[in-house]
């Protein structure tokens, strides 16, 4: 009989750490949901994403989504900051919510104004200027970035 209780309070005590991260991990899981929410309504109010890419000293890439126009205009420049290339794209009702859906999953709306790596003095610079309903919020990097924005970028880039 004591190896019957031995082995199932063994067993018990086993399981509660189990318990317990679960519990932790479904609270954690339901905290980023409700941030996905939010930043999803976020992600609805957006007008307008302006993203330019630079190289040293000149961008060479801009891109510019109008959402309330379902319009993707994107500007290419040479190494002089020359226009060399330019095409306009019709955006359809599926594209943009998958975009916002990507948005809100990678929290967008709640990205940092700056991302700056001081050891690296050349490299990848970026700004994203984002116009909504209620104002406009700027973020920029050099050589760093939020996590997911290179997802972010080449969605940008595929509209």
Partial sequence: ???????????????????????????????????????????????????????????????????????????????????????????SDFKLFTFRLKGAFLLVPFWKKEYINPNISDGDLWSLDITTSSGEKYISGSNKAPIGFFIIRKAIYKM
Avoid: W
């Fill in 1 to 91: 009989m004591s190896d019957i209780n031995t082995q199932s309070s063994s067993t018990k005590k086993m399981r509660e750490p189990l318990l317990y991260k679960t519990l932790i991990f479904v609270s954690i899981l339901a905290v980023y949901l409700i941030f996905v929410i939010i930043s999803f309504f976020l992600m609805c109010t957006f007008k307008t994403i302006q993203l330019i890419d630079f190289g040293i000293g000149y961008p060479v890439g801009e891109h510019i989504i109008s959402i309330e126009d379902k319009k993707a205009e994107h500007i290419y420049y040479d190494h002089k900051g020359n226009e060399t290339e330019r095409e306009i794209n019709n955006i």
